[in-house]
T-cell receptor, first 113, second 113 residues
């Protein structure tokens, strides 16, 4: 079955710390990968996406992610987090030939000032 | 402004009282979908639609109905709501889910008592 695993359910960091959130997807052929962010009380917004080309993708607000095909991973990174990055982060995938966007269970990030 | 509009934002209802959550998009997107978000479970797809008059079940369709009579609208219907349908609901649309991901509405927080 198509699935996405996010290893960290809760992450607490101090401002300026570096961030890496893990995401692994189940094998299912060619994939398109996404990271969404949900700020408290708001809807999901697209941070970045990968569908082909350079496996290192850059998104908004200084976030980036690296697609490692051999590890079925798409980890999200940011060199220096800010208090305003406090949010829930969702990894998601679509498999070629399927329309459904499959989500991980999310990671709640709390950044303390 | 390109957007997905859901109404209402908040709804409290009683068990068994039929309700409809509306969803409208102004981007001429073919694909639309409903998700529910529950703590620890991430987002799970309820129903999706690939075009007008074409709908299909997602992962958790029990207790829900949808219709797609017009391209822009995709209402979610709960014929007889139950407390286990208390959740945060998101409507989403996309031109091409494989490469664009979804644009999400602001969400509807439903409480069934």
């Amino acid at each position: 079955a198509q699935s996405v695993s996010q290893h960290n359910h809760h992450v607490i960091l101090s401002e300026a710390a570096s961030l890496e959130l893990g995401c692994n997807y189940s094998y299912g052929g060619t994939v398109n990968l996404f990271w969404y962010v949900q700020y408290p009380g708001q809807h999901l917004q697209l941070l970045l996406k990968y569908f082909s080309g350079d496996p290192l993708v850059k998104g908004i607000k200084g976030f980036e992610a690296e697609f490692i095909k051999s590890k079925f991973s798409f980890n999200l990174r940011k060199p220096s987090v800010q208090w305003s990055d406090t949010a829930e982060y969702f990894c998601a995938v679509t498999y070629t030939g399927f329309q459904k966007l499959v989500f991980g269970t999310g990671t709640r990030l709390l950044v303390s000032p | 402004e390109a957007q997905v509009t859901q109404n209402p934002r908040y709804l409290i209802t009683v068990t068994g009282k039929k309700l409809t959550v509306t969803c409208s998009q102004n981007m001429n997107h073919e694909y639309m979908s409903w998700y529910r978000q529950d703590p620890g479970l991430g987002l799970r797809q309820i129903y999706y639609s690939m075009n007008v008059e074409v709908t299909d079940k997602g992962d958790v369709p029990e207790g829900y109905k949808v219709s797609r009579k017009e391209k822009r609208n995709f209402p979610l219907i709960l014929e007889s709501p139950s407390p286990n349908q208390t959740s945060l609901y998101f409507c989403a649309s996309s031109a091409h889910t494989g490469t664009d991901g979804y644009t999400f509405g602001s969400g509807t927080r439903l409480t069934v008592v």
